[in-house]
């Protein structure tokens, strides 16, 4: 049972368009979610969370959508950058649950200059 | 030093080998985790220490060994693994920010398994 799921394997985007990439889930005990972004070769890199209290957080070119109705989340890159291009990992995690992450099955962004 | 170091980078190993994996970190993160990633496939968890104890095991084969010698280090002992354990092994450590678990993340051993 995939707690965690992007729908999408991959995403192709014009260089200075949006991204938008897509997570769902199932668990509604989950208050914490998290996007991280993968290069080959290298490890995931934390890019943003957000809590289950609060429906957008903001850094930068990075914003993250939470619709807890929908149990919905999605990450927002603009304007999209060829240096963008990885793979993205939707996350959460539930207190109640020791705060262990529960990954998404990634999705491939390419950003075509 | 925001970084979690692993080594070796890559590994190749018969299967009757008995090799380690080493990772280390100073960030001062008292929580330090073992993944394992297969192609196009997320992360997957095998162990979690916590303050230098083992609390959490995902039900992983007995031929992976962890050990935690103290708060930076952490190894993971290999010993007659199958072809089918081929895969990116990643090292993480982890503290609250803003109350989420953010995982940092080594660069991961590659292991090829003959």
């Known amino acids: 049972d995939q707690q965690v799921k992007q729908n999408s394997p991959s995403l192709s985007v014009q260089e200075g368009r949006i991204s938008i990439l897509n997570c769902d889930y199932t668990?509604?005990?989950?208050?914490?979610f998290l996007w991280y972004k993968k290069y080959p070769a290298e490890g995931p890199t934390f890019l943003i969370s957000i809590s289950s209290i609060k429906d957008k957080n903001e850094d930068g070119r990075f914003t993250v959508f939470l619709n807890k109705s929908a149990k919905h989340l999605s990450l927002h890159i603009v304007p999209s950058q060829p240096g963008d291009s990885a793979v993205y990992f939707c996350?959460?995690?539930?207190?109640?649950?020791?705060?262990?992450?529960?990954f998404g099955g990634g999705t491939r962004l390419m950003v075509k200059p | 030093d925001t970084e979690v170091t692993q080594t070796p980078k890559h590994l190749v190993m018969g299967m009757t080998n008995k090799k380690s994996l080493k990772c280390e970190q100073h960030m001062g993160h008292r929580a330090m985790y073992w993944y394992k990633q297969k192609a196009k496939k997320p992360p997957e968890l095998m162990f979690v220490?916590?303050?230098?104890?083992?609390?959490i095991n995902e039900s992983v084969p007995s031929r992976f060994s962890p050990e935690c010698p103290n708060s930076s280090l952490l190894n993971l002992h290999l010993h007659a693994l199958q072809p089918e354990d081929s895969a990116l092994y990643l090292c993480?450590?982890?503290?609250?920010?803003?109350?989420?678990?953010?995982?940092?993340f080594g660069a991961g051993s590659r292991l090829t398994v003959l």
């Open positions: 996350a959460a995690s539930a207190r109640n649950a020791g705060n262990m992450l529960t």
């Open positions: 668990n509604s005990m989950f208050d914490y």
């Open positions: 993480a450590s982890s503290q609250l920010v803003a109350g989420a678990n953010v995982l940092t």
């Open positions: 220490y916590s303050y230098e104890k083992l609390s």
